[in-house]
């Protein structure tokens, strides 16, 4: 518990000290160690850990940090305890596998972003990644940041209920849409997809400050460096 306090701290300080205005010290303490009682299954007990989660700003113990931290940095801290949690204990393991199920909810979508960083890093880079979202926007986001090497990466659209079953769908992007669109003669859907692709570059292309100063040709070379070439083949259209 030691060795996971101690990477928690420094991969909080690495990632998300920046802004604080005081130093915010984290440590984790076993109150009560797992144990197991009986021989069957009428007598058998187990009882659950119980890990204190102590927080510490200026070296003043926070005793309430639920109500004295923000939603947001206290996501941070989460984050930071699950990672380190992560680099310790399958630092040498064959599989090491990593979980997030949308607990990026709570930040905005510049932190959301600089943890998607962090998941798309050398430090992650020999993990299996499985990511789970309710936000489309976040969702869109991290397709967009991953595109270069989107043919390692599997995405399915999760449909359904417990009750009728769920499917997993494959999610194609703009791009990829009007592609089957002209293998399929309808031009018209082709093009409703090429602009919504046209969209979604330059939406997310940094370089408004361009558009801001009418610089159009800067703009433009900003736009070509973002992402590589899009060529559709002459034998793709009818």
Known sequence: MDSISTEAQRFYDQHFSVDDPTKVTLKLDVITLPAATGSNQNNFRFTRPVIKFGIQMDGKTIHRPQTFLNEAKLTQLALSVRFAASLVNLHESDLKLLVID???????????????????????????????????????????????????WCIRTLKGDAKDGITAKVNEKPLDKARQYIKGHDLEEAAVQLRKAAEETVKHTVAWQWVKRRDLESFIRCLKISRPPVIISKSSFP
């Not at 990026?104 to 798309?120: P, W």
């Not at 299996?128 to 090497?149: C, P, S, Y």
């Open 102 to 152: 949308d607990l990026l909810i709570s930040l905005d979508m510049s932190n959301r972003m600089k943890v998607a960083e962090i998941l798309l890093s050398k430090q992650f880079n020999d993990y299996q990644k499985v990511i789970l979202t309710h936000d489309l926007e976040l969702f869109n986001e991290f397709r967009r940041l991953i595109a270069n090497g989107i043919d390692k």
